[in-house]
């Protein structure tokens, strides 16, 4: 019975054994199954500026620099393909629509040279933009780098009834003043129900501020819905005329500790209740705005964040 009972013995410490190295192996490959989303989450927190900043400081160290930093070659011609403007709050390629991409030094304008009206504008909001020292310019004026027969004038407005509605707000670019001249450039402007721009839309761009001063940088996208062919128009010239929207939409994302996203969309008219009635999610947005926002994240994290929509997660 001896050579039995030690024979089971040594079976059983086997057993006990191969038993902890499958759970160290489990281990280890659940902390791997975490490291990319890390790693990468606080790649993209990165704010525009720090990324072209980055970008502009690794074209000039050189290559001796550059091999210390990356691990493989592939790794570096990866990162050096990224353009400067390929940022976390631009949408994805637009498909069916005419877009001309107008990179302004701290915004992106999608312009519609059909509507003559932004496709969307977008940017990452940081509290050093939003708190500023740079007086608000009142400057609007034709972009310059249009041409005649596409470049709107604030004078396109007069007698419209609608307010010259800023997409990316003056308020978001008090931080340099080529950034609050070039917020008033007609690109960035919708024709917007003045009630609606003075009342929701402004509560809303006041409310982002606040959320940069709380959570770090914040990614926006926002723009026109138009939901009438042929859109109404405005505009007194004969061979201008600039579309009005009939609603406009806002998407926002904060990449921190507790990542989240959030939709807004609200009808180009005076607006009752309070921001919260027109939360949507970015799901939601992206059907409505037939574009595809923060294509950059991981799946498994964009199918979360984009079907969400808890305006309580915000603070609002």
């Known amino acids: 019975m001896k050579p039995i009972k030690k024979s089971l013995s040594i079976l059983l410490t086997c057993l006990v054994l191969i038993g902890a190295v499958a759970g160290v192996n489990q281990l280890w490959s659940c902390k791997a199954d975490r490291l990319p989303s890390e790693v990468n989450g606080k ?6 500026a720090e990324r072209n900043a980055a970008f502009a400081a690794q074209e000039t160290e050189g290559t001796q620099d550059a091999e210390e930093l990356y691990e493989s070659e592939a790794e570096r011609a990866a990162e050096l393909a990224v353009t400067p403007y390929e940022n976390m709050e631009q949408p994805d390629e637009l498909k069916g629509r005419r877009e001309c991409l107008l990179f302004k030094s701290q915004f992106i304008i999608s312009y519609d040279v059909v509507k003559l009206c932004p496709h969307y504008v977008c940017w990452s909001l940081t509290s050093e933009r939003a708190y500023g020292k740079v007086q608000r310019a009142d400057n609007f004026h034709g972009d310059p780098v249009m041409n005649d027969r596409t470049r709107v004038e604030t004078f396109d407005y007069n007698g419209s009834g609608y307010d010259r509605g800023h997409m990316c707000p003056a308020g978001d670019n008090k931080n340099t003043t080529k950034a609050m001249d070039e917020s008033f450039c007609m690109t960035n402007i919708c024709p917007q129900n003045h009630n609606l721009n003075t009342g929701l839309w402004n509560d809303l761009e006041m409310q982002c501020r606040s959320w940069a001063k709380n959570y770090g940088t914040i990614y926006i996208c926002c723009g026109p819905i138009f939901d009438n062919n042929p859109p ?3 505009g007194q010239r004969k061979d201008l005329k600039i579309a009005v929207p009939d609603r406009f939409f806002k998407v926002v994302l904060a990449l921190g500790r507790v990542p989240k996203a959030i939709g807004f969309i609200f009808p180009n008219k005076a607006c009752s209740g309070d921001m919260r009635d027109y939360a949507v999610s970015v799901d939601n947005v992206e059907k409505e ?3 595809d926002f923060f294509f950059q994240l991981d799946d498994k994290q964009e199918n979360q964040l984009e079907k969400e929509c808890s ?5 609002i």
Do not use: D, L, V
């Open 289 to 291: 705005a037939k574009m």
């Open 232 to 234: 109404k128009t405005i």
């Open 311 to 315: 305006p309580a997660a915000w603070g």
């Open 43 to 48: 790649e993209r927190s990165i704010s525009s």
